[in-house]
């Protein structure tokens, strides 16, 4: 018996002629199988080691992980260099489309070489060394993937800050990571509209107190202020360096990249990368899960460097494996619905890696708009950041796929690193809405309260659910939380600290198969068209503003966005005699600068009274319920179960 309707429908076996071409066979997870370490040497060996490693694990210091012990190596030679020395100089690396129609640019693996090693020799005359941090926040231009391929090459980390984020979310990342440099643009794109980017750079700037140098990209032609001898043109300082730069080789463990995340607190978490493992992971999961043929493949993922999907499969990933890419600058209804359709065709896309969130919002504007394009191009489809509902899962194969392209539903992390949960595409029979299995050199598994795995199989419609965990290290994990070892600890290795393990913080269930159903976070993190947003950070935005009391937010269930952020707000005796629909107004609008836009709540009800427990705790469950207008679940531990009847009328 099937555990839900989803699985009643037949799983989608690769097609024999993926399967016959495919990168990946079955032989990939029986290597693993034999000896995990023995593989992860072999796909280590991958990239080019100036120095060899002597171990490929190092577990004793756990949960600090030490991959490819000794080895040293330099990221941006293997992301770009090395192509340009095997003969690949002229082979495109960045089909870049900017938001503007028309405003597109192809960049060659020897450019890259050029612009990146321009680029390397510009920092280091502005005194950056290895370890230093640089904050990028820039658009999706090309400058953006060279910057932190320059960072990478000098060894400096880069702590890439969305775009979209405000200046306040921008200043405590940099302050937070003790940022030398900012690189920013002039502005940027936004739905046909230039809106400044620099302006939030000095706020920011002036509210810290280590940044020596802002380097600006000239993208909108838009007025900025300018501080002299602090702020210098990108193409001042760039253009004029030379295309010269012999890259170092650094230490397997040197630290890559700082990308901060949300957490179950207001405080953002500084997530550290280091170089060898993340690399050697980003690399193999890119050319074993999206097949890519180097030499015929243009890949697409619509992700934002600002995210760490960009990161692994925008950057490292493809540009490791000599891959041609779309990069797309702008969103995708600018100027129409059928933009990325357009670019599709116009590339001739073969692999599309998105959002469900996206696929929704295609879904509703309907196969009219596609089924203008050509969309023959796409040979494999894949999906990202938040379960992907089993209906659009097909519409996707179906609309975008022609009924023929495999899907790979890929689950991992900022924390992660990389895909550690996805099919193969030519090995894994899929079921929609299920990322199926761990990767070949990964361990994952979904337990109890008390640790014991459940028994794959044995769902039959009862639908138990666990915790995720991953059970053993793998390459490309976080190596800590920048400047705060404990909460690292705390945060992904307490839950079953006497075993060892890592908690994702995601709920999943076995189905019939033993495949992996994820069912989304279990902490207080909220997923909003696959951005993670914290209800702890939107909270303290709220309770920022002098008329807020209390705050309490939930995400609720949302057909189109995954979840959406709805909060329940206390006023203060002054402010509840004011005007309630203004005050609402002012409040989201307060969300939208303290953090950005996408936190700003779908919802604010301003009630008397939130629920809490004798310990004061919010129960969040409980406001959940009331957000997606269901029954009340068990209300026994509340102080005062009379608070709903108030919190009821006030919706
Ligand atoms: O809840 C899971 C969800 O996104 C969370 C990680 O978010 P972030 O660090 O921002 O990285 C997103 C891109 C990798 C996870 O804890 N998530 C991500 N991918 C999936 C997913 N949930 C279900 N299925 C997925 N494929």
């Not at 260099?81 to 489309?97: L, N, P, S, Y």
């Not at 070489?113 to 005194?127: F, M």
């Not at 619905?337 to 670019?343: L, Y």
């Not at 053993?472 to 190596?479: E, Q």
Request: with cysteine; proline share 6%.
């Amino acid at each position: 018996m099937p555990d839900t309707p989803a699985e009643v429908a037949a799983s989608f076996p690769p097609p024999a002629g993926f399967a016959e071409q495919a990168n990946a066979s079955a032989e990939l997870y029986e290597q693993a199988e034999r000896d995990r370490l023995a593989f992860w040497a072999e796909q280590a060996r991958r990239l080019h080691w100036a120095t060899p490693f002597t171990e490929v694990l190092d577990w004793s210091d756990a949960p600090v992980a030490k991959w490819f012990v000794g080895g040293r190596l330099n990221v941006a030679y293997n992301c770009v260099d090395r192509h340009v020395e095997a003969g690949h100089g002229d082979r495109v690396a960045i089909h870049w489309v900017g938001e503007p129609v028309d405003d597109e640019r192809t960049i060659t693996y020897a450019q890259l070489q050029d612009e990146v090693s321009r680029a390397a020799n510009a920092l280091t005359e502005l005194g950056l060394v290895a370890g230093d941090r640089v904050a990028i926040y820039l658009p999706m231009i090309p400058e953006a993937i060279v910057a932190m391929l320059a960072c990478a090459r000098l060894g400096a980390m880069h702590s890439v800050v969305f775009a979209g984020f405000s200046a306040s979310a921008l200043t405590a990342r940099i302050q937070d990571a003790q940022a030398k440099l900012v690189i920013t643009a002039d502005g940027q794109y936004r739905r046909g509209k230039a809106a400044s980017l620099k302006a939030a750079v000095d706020e920011a700037v002036a509210a810290s107190d280590s940044v020596e140098h802002v380097l600006v990209v000239r993208r909108t032609g838009i007025d900025v202020d300018w501080t002299d001898g602090r702020d210098l043109w990108w193409h001042d300082v760039v253009n004029d360096a030379s295309p010269q730069h012999d890259p170092e080789a650094f230490d397997s463990e040197h630290p890559l990249f700082l990308l901060y995340t949300s957490g179950t607190t207001g405080k953002p978490k500084g997530i550290v990368h280091t170089t060898g493992g993340y690399l050697t992971q980003s690399s193999y999961t890119h050319v074993n899960v999206f097949d890519v043929k180097p030499e015929r493949d243009v890949f697409w993922c619509t992700a934002d460097i600002g995210w760490v999907t960009g990161h692994t499969y925008i950057v490292y990933g493809p540009l490791s494996n000599g891959v041609t890419q779309v990069v797309y600058e702008g969103t995708p209804t600018s100027p129409d619905e059928h933009r990325h359709f357009q670019i599709i065709e116009k590339y001739g896309v073969t692999i599309y890696y998105t959002a469900p969130t996206l696929i929704r919002t295609f879904m509703k504007l309907g196969r009219q708009i596609p089924a203008e394009h050509d969309l023959s191009s796409l040979r494999l489809l894949g999906s990202v950041g938040e379960p992907i509902n089993p209906e659009a899962w097909r519409w996707y194969r179906t609309v975008f796929g022609a009924d023929r392209t495999p899907i790979v539903d890929t689950w991992w992390q900022t924390e992660t690193g990389s895909i550690m949960i996805s099919p193969l595409p030519g090995v894994t029979s899929t079921k929609p809405g299920s990322a199926m299995t761990p990767l070949p050199g990964i361990s994952a598994m979904i337990v109890d309260d008390e640790g014991n795995q459940l028994q794959p199989g044995t769902g039959h419609g009862e639908q138990v659910s666990g915790y995720l965990v991953l059970d053993k290290p793998w390459p490309s994990m976080l190596r800590g939380i920048w400047g705060d070892p404990e909460r690292f600890t705390e945060t992904y290795w307490s839950r079953f600290a006497e075993r060892g393990w890592y908690f994702a913080g995601d709920g999943a269930r076995y189905g019939s198969d033993g495949e992996i159903w994820v069912l989304g976070r279990i902490d207080d993190v909220m997923n909003v068209s696959g951005h993670r947003i914290s209800t702890a950070e939107v909270e303290s935005a709220l309770v920022g503003h002098s008329g807020v009391a209390e705050a309490a937010v939930v995400g609720a269930t949302d057909e189109q966005t995954g979840q959406a952020i709805c909060a329940f707000v206390i006023l203060k005796a002054r402010a509840a005699n004011e005007d309630r629909d203004q005050m609402v107004d002012e409040l989201r609008k307060q969300v939208a600068t303290e953090i950005s836009p996408i936190a700003r709540p779908r919802e604010i009800h301003v009630v008397p009274e939130l629920p809490k427990t004798r310990s004061g705790k919010i129960m969040r469950r409980l406001l959940r319920d009331v957000a997606e207008g269901r029954e009340l679940g068990d209300t026994s531990t509340l102080v005062d179960p009379s608070v709903f009847e108030a919190i009821r009328a006030s919706k």
